[in-house]
């Protein structure tokens, strides 16, 4: 089963089918100048083969990035392989050469393990030929028979069935799951969508299985951690690098744990804040930072953009793969203040250090990708590396992150390829304790990523995520330290429905707001008027016209006058149905000249209260004295007096305008003390 993609670059397809038969002259040549650099040196009582000093030849420029990538594995091949390839070259009388002066050694070593990998078989001729190359490659070629003698009695010396096994074990190890290392790709969603991509795929023969144990042959799957993050078996590299996707930067190889650290400062970014990518070692980490934030009003800012020409080739770059938001700086981390302006709306910081990357399971891709130091390599073979190198890493990763916590910002995201504690959890604690911050502002404490709780700190208190290298993954350790929450400052309301919409809480909510409200005022007033009696309520809420009570007034003055000594006590909640008169209910409807009103008007009043609102004022009801019995209001006064009183309301200026009817005239007798109730004033509903 082959994928067959038409829109692939032919360039590449090319590549593939001569690196099979030798690589260009220009691959060679760097290879070469990649290994003058890393090699291991001996010292000088041991030295058999020398090396000229190849500083002022520059290197050369490659068209494509499978190029740059077979440079760097030949000369790891060759560092790899150093001390058996110089003993072939002792043993074969093939060094030394008088005609070739020591500066071309590395180019001789880096050819011959070449030769060798193509067992000794003759490399295709290309256009693009150096001098220097084929005059390197004719004098290996020629001693090809004694080259592979040599290289058959060291197997039989050192019973190596194949020349991996004259690597150490550890990196024996090493290379071995190398090639089973699954490979990792994350989808350019400002390109082109998840399930566009999932439609691609299944076109071009690719099934979809449940877990990264389940990848065989054309299949792929879903990372785990990282949601738009497609995870493929390692033997598909060279095939998957020459679809359209790749071709178009949809789809982008890069190491996992750049994904972990990505999706864990998106996490903690709110609405429209900006993010800080403190080091400029990836662009393509910078491009999934960008791809994570495209539908946010935010900015990424690199830092570490020190050339205009540098700045050039990452916005080329940024624009072929549909990144808008980017912002580079020129200054490097440590150089930039605090108070900086341009970073004032940053909120969470991405922190992606140079450490000694002894964790990556493919240190050729990692260098590619990230920093393009080649002295990984060299430590990659030894499997460690020196103290003193250790030492200036932890300094320079301790100096970075202080300075990261003196910004104003929420969130710092730590993230390594290290296995060493001196690089991860030592670098984090050490800042922690040495509250550079000031007491100005609240503290850092440690919380877990948001895609897993982490499960392997020893202690409850420590919540660094990290993954041992294996067969399906690299190494990698992740750290986030974000700001405690000031309890004396309350959190703002446009923060909090900001932080609500990002996460969803507001589905669904936001339609019913002016319902919700309309509620919450009709069940305000009507606690406000729980004190009043039912009937009381209904009374006041329902009044659509005033009423005339002369009449029922005058009959219970005369029944009171009658009855002496009778007191009537005043409450703060009248009852209708005992304050008033029953000739009262019964009432009919006057006009305020007196007349009865016509139905069909006390219907179109009550239809114009419906529609205006009314503004209401009280009226006193003032009943008259209680006389004794055998004297007269005239003969003397009373021993005490007291007049109830009923407060009811009446119509004043309408919202319209409109003159209501003027409220009843108060009924009060100047030698007489008025026990008034306090007066409670509602507002009323439209």
């Known amino acids: 089963m082959k994928i067959s993609d038409d829109k692939g670059p032919a360039e ?240 982008l190889l890069q190491d996992k744990s750049r994904s972990l650290a990505v999706h864990s400062a998106q996490a903690l970014l709110n609405g429209d804040e900006d993010i800080i990518v403190a080091h400029a070692g990836s662009h393509l980490t910078i491009a999934h930072m960008s791809a994570l934030t495209v539908h946010k009003r935010c900015s990424v800012f690199v830092c570490g953009v020190k050339t ?52 990556v399971g493919n240190p050729v891709d990692f260098i590619l990708n990230e920093h393009k130091d080649a002295g990984l390599l060299k430590d990659f073979l030894q499997g460690s590396v020196s103290e003193d190198k250790l030492r200036v890493l932890a300094e ?36 922690l304790k040495s509250e550079v911050e000031g007491n100005k502002v609240q503290p850092y404490r440690l919380i877990p990523p948001a895609f897993c709780i982490c499960s392997n700190s020893e202690a409850s208190t420590d919540f660094f995520f990290k993954m041992e290298p294996s067969k399906f993954s690299s190494g990698c350790f992740l750290a986030i330290l974000q700001r405690e929450e000031d309890p004396s400052e309350g959190v703002s309301v446009k923060d909090v429905l900001t932080r609500a919409a990002a996460k969803g809480l507001l589905d669904g909510i936001v339609g019913k707001s002016k319902q919700e409200k309309k509620k919450q005022k009709v069940t305000q007033h009507r606690r406000n008027i729980s004190g009043i009696k039912p009937k009381t309520a209904e009374f006041l809420h329902h009044r659509k016209a005033e009423v005339s009570v002369s009449k029922a007034v005058g009959d219970k003055q005369q029944k009171n006058v009658n009855q002496p000594n009778r007191y009537v006590q005043l409450k703060k909640s009248v009852d209708p149905d005992t304050a008033l008169p029953k000739e009262l209910k019964h009432t009919s409807l006057l006009s305020p000249t007196g007349k009865v009103q016509h139905p069909r008007q006390t219907l179109v009043r009550k239809a114009r209260a419906d529609r205006k609102r009314l503004v209401l004022k009280t009226v006193e009801i003032v009943f008259p004295p209680v006389v004794p019995a055998g004297q007269t209001a005239q003969g003397s006064k009373p021993r005490t007096s007291t007049h109830p009183c009923f407060h009811g309301w009446t119509g004043a200026k309408g919202s319209s305008d409109r003159i209501l009817p003027p409220p009843l005239p108060k009924v009060v007798k100047p030698h007489f003390t008025i026990l008034s109730h306090s007066r409670k004033k509602f507002q009323t509903l439209p």
């Open 12 to 251: 590449k397809r090319t590549m593939t089918v001569i690196g099979k038969n030798g690589y260009p002259d220009p691959v060679y040549i760097n290879a070469a100048k990649i290994f003058q650099g890393i090699r291991t040196e001996k010292p000088k009582d041991r030295i058999l083969v020398r090396y000229g000093d190849d500083s002022g030849s520059p290197m050369r420029t490659l068209k494509d990035e499978y190029s740059q990538r077979v440079s760097y594995e030949l000369a790891f091949s060759a560092l790899k392989y150093q001390d058996l390839l110089e003993e072939i070259l002792l043993d074969s009388c093939a060094y030394p050469c008088l005609s070739i002066p020591d500066e071309l050694t590395s180019l001789l070593l880096v050819m011959l393990y070449d030769l060798q990998d193509r067992k000794f078989e003759a490399r295709e001729i290309f256009d693009e030929e150096e001098p220097v190359v084929r005059k390197i490659e004719r004098y290996l070629y020629s001693f090809r028979t004694k080259l592979a003698a040599a290289l058959a009695r060291c197997r039989i010396k050192n019973d190596a069935i194949s020349i991996e096994y004259f690597l150490p074990e550890t990196v024996r190890k090493q290379e071995q799951n190398a090639p089973s290392l699954p490979l990792y790709v994350w989808i350019n969603t400002c390109k082109i969508g998840l399930q566009d991509v999932f439609i691609d795929l299944k076109e071009k023969g690719f099934t979809r299985v449940e877990s990264v144990s389940c990848l065989d042959g054309y299949t792929y799957c879903m990372d785990q951690h990282c949601h738009d993050v497609v995870v493929f078996p390692s033997s598909l590299k060279e095939e998957l690098l020459h679809l359209d996707l790749f071709a178009d930067c949809k789809l």
């Open 308 to 359: 205009s020409d540098k700045a050039a080739e990452l916005r080329n770059l940024f624009d072929h793969m549909g990144c808008k938001n980017i912002r580079l700086l020129h200054e490097d981390f440590t150089e930039i203040e605090p108070t900086d302006p341009r970073l004032q709306m940053a909120k969470v910081i991405l922190m992606l250090p140079r450490c000694s990357a002894l964790g």
């Open 396 to 431: 320079r990763q301790l100096n970075e992150l202080m300075h990261a916590m003196k910004f104003k910002v929420q969130s710092i995201v730590y993230c390594t390829c290290s296995l060493y504690p001196e690089e991860n959890e030592l670098v984090v604690k050490k800042a």
